[in-house]
């Protein structure tokens, strides 16, 4: 073989070891691969549960987000005391009369006249006792026939048994004004406390007696009327 002829073989074999695949490269860049596969899939195992579960939390809370939002106001946490009931108030009612002496609750101003409201505890036909509210000038004597307040005085309530027997709520018109409210209660009662609907307070003040019941004045929150009450 001439030195051109080995020179040439030189060079296709140096040609040839470039465009040769590296078999053992390739091999162990296989088995790298294989080896990585499974880990992905323990990857996959373990997160694909753990999505799932947020999911369901997450909606789990937007319910009740929804929920809450859509609930009703809920009432007053606490409620103190017993509750008020009292029948509604008859308007001037026939053939009332007797009673103690009526005691005095408050003073208030009419479109041209002061007036001052009284209880009283007359009966009715029927034998029934009665708290009544009733309003005149002031300074008049509360017996005169004449001069009453508005269309609703007379307002009578009828006594109940327990610790308090009758109640009225003043308001616009009423022979007792807005913003006040008169008891009758058991002569043993030293305190009334009134509590309306959002558990608020109003001290009621006594001012007299009615027979052996005493009579109980208390300013209140106007459109919150007294609901619970509690003694001591």
Avoid at 65 to 93: M, W
Avoid at 123 to 141: H, N, Q, S, T, Y
């Amino acid at each position: 073989m001439t030195d051109l002829e080995r020179k040439l073989a030189e060079a296709l074999r140096g040609q040839a070891e470039k465009v040769t695949p590296n078999l053992d490269a390739a091999w162990a860049e296989q088995q790298r691969r294989q080896r990585r596969r499974p880990r992905r899939r323990r990857l996959t195992v373990v997160v694909a549960p753990l999505a799932a579960v947020l999911v369901v939390l997450t909606s789990v809370l937007l319910a009740t987000e929804v929920n809450e939002a859509q609930s009703p106001p809920a009432a007053p946490a606490t409620r103190p005391g017993q509750d008020l009931v009292f029948a509604a108030p008859e308007i001037a009612p026939a053939n009332v009369s007797g009673g103690g002496e009526p005691v005095a609750l408050t003073d208030f101003a009419g479109q041209t006249d002061a007036w001052t409201s009284f209880a009283t505890d007359p009966e009715d036909p029927a034998g029934r006792k009665l708290l009544c509210v009733v309003a005149f000038v002031k300074g008049i004597p509360h017996i005169a026939p004449k001069g009453q307040y508005g269309i609703e005085s007379p307002s009578c309530v009828p006594l109940t048994d327990g610790v308090v027997r009758a109640g009225y709520v003043g308001k616009g018109g009423g022979p007792l004004p807005a913003g006040k409210a008169v008891f009758l209660v058991d002569p043993s009662v030293r305190v009334l406390r009134l509590y309306d609907f959002d558990g608020d307070l109003s001290q009621a003040k006594a001012v007299g007696k009615l027979g052996e019941n005493q009579v109980f004045v208390a300013d209140v929150k106007l459109g919150s009327p007294p609901v619970r009450f509690s003694v001591s």
